[in-house]
Nanobody, 128 residues
Framework: QVQLVEYGGGLVQAGGSLRLSCAASGRTLNYYAVSWFRQAPGKEREFVAAITRSAGSTYYADAMKGRFTISRDNAKNTVYLQMNSLKPEDTAVYYC?????????????????????WGQGTQVTVSS
């Protein structure tokens, strides 16, 4: 099993930047594909970005393309989410999640129910 902890959330003005970290313990994160999701009050949890085990491929929700960058450092057992040009609508609790990739990964990386392991979340608040 792997345990995930998110860091780096906070309060930022619109147009600003934050970098979130997802640190893993237990089993090495190298085995897992990792994604970021977010959930705003009263809304469904939504996909933000995903990265494969080797970081060979990344995927983004349309609203995040060009503003957010997901990356990983397997030596540090950590995945990052660099968020630039933040908007008030980016305000949410951000979660990292991990799963063992397998058949169908390419068609399901954005589905929260497919992920086995979750962090506790970190709050990101963007003021206007």
């Amino acid at each position: 099993q792997v345990q995930l902890v998110e860091y780096g959330g906070g309060l930022v003005q619109a147009g600003g930047s934050l970098r979130l970290s997802c640190a893993a313990s237990g089993r090495t994160l190298n085995y897992y594909a990792v994604s970021w999701f977010r959930q705003a009050p009263g809304k469904e949890r939504e996909f933000v970005a995903a990265i494969t085990r080797s970081a060979g491929s990344t995927y983004y929700a349309d609203a995040m393309k060009g503003r957010f960058t997901i990356s990983r450092d397997n030596a540090k057992n950590t995945v990052y989410l660099q968020m630039n040009s933040l908007k008030p609508e980016d305000t949410a609790v951000y979660y990292c999640a991990a799963r063992l990739p397998g058949p169908g990964w390419g068609g399901s990386y954005y589905i929260a129910l497919k992920y086995e392991y979750w962090g506790q979340g970190t709050q990101v608040t963007v003021s206007s």
